[in-house]
Nanobody, 122 residues
């Protein structure tokens, strides 16, 4: 059974940093493309970032590049999203995803985690 379990979300103040983690199991992690989506209240789900099998980033949402960094540790079957200089508009549920093919905004994704809430507020 494929499982993607996110952790690291929470309530932070504007300007703070946060690192999300996604523990993967039930599939050969190193063979899958991985990514992070987010969905804010009242908005469509959007792709935040994705990474290739060998920890080479594939995609960043234009507005997030420079503040967010995606990475993976294939030895630990774990995906990360380092977020810095957080803004209130970054408030959303963040989802870890996995796919056997490249992850871009318009491509389908095979597996989704349950999501972790990130709230940026003073």
């Amino acid at each position: 059974e494929v499982q993607l379990v996110e952790s690291g979300g929470g309530l932070v103040q504007p300007g703070a940093s946060l690192r999300l983690s996604c523990a993967a199991s039930g599939f050969t992690f190193r063979d899958y493309y991985m990514g992070w989506f987010r969905q804010a209240p009242g908005k469509e789900r959007e792709l935040v970032a994705s990474v290739q099998t060998m920890d080479s980033p594939t995609y960043y949402a234009g507005s997030l590049m420079g503040r967010f960094t995606i990475s993976r540790d294939n030895a630990k079957n774990t995906l990360y999203l380092q977020m810095s200089s957080l803004k209130p508009e970054d408030t959303a549920v963040y989802y870890c995803v996995a796919s056997p093919t490249i992850i871009l905004p318009s491509t389908p994704v095979d597996y989704w985690g349950q999501g972790t809430q990130v709230t940026v507020s003073s």
